[in-house]
């Protein structure tokens, strides 16, 4: 698959801009500190919320940028026949 020679720099690089944002998050979410009255199950909830919000946007973003690069046409995968995009 083309793209997977990415390095591994930049993965702990994405790793830990992703971490940050999550302490972020956390902060956004409890300014006042998380208290005691707050459980575990919340706290995931929120941290599920927020991933699959930062997953749809690297996707839309990602595919938005391939889309950009596309052809007029182009051959079908399956069958190699050049079709109208």
């Known amino acids: 698959m083309?793209?997977?020679?990415r390095s591994e720099p930049k993965r702990?690089?994405?790793?830990e801009l992703a971490r940050a944002w999550g302490q972020l998050l956390a902060r956004e979410a409890f300014p006042e500190?998380?208290?005691?009255?707050?459980?575990l199950f919340t706290m995931?909830?929120?941290a599920?919320?927020?991933?699959?919000a930062l997953v749809r946007g690297a996707?839309?973003?990602?595919?938005g940028d391939q889309t950009e690069t596309l052809d007029a046409q182009r051959?079908?995968?399956s069958r190699g026949k050049v079709c109208r995009l």
């Open 44 to 46: 995931e909830e929120l």
């Open 33 to 39: 500190g998380v208290g005691l009255d707050t459980d």
């Open 2 to 5: 083309a793209g997977e020679g």
């Open 59 to 63: 996707v839309q973003t990602m595919t």
């Open 48 to 52: 599920v919320t927020a991933a699959k």
């Open 12 to 15: 702990r690089e994405i790793e």
């Open 75 to 77: 051959a079908c995968p």
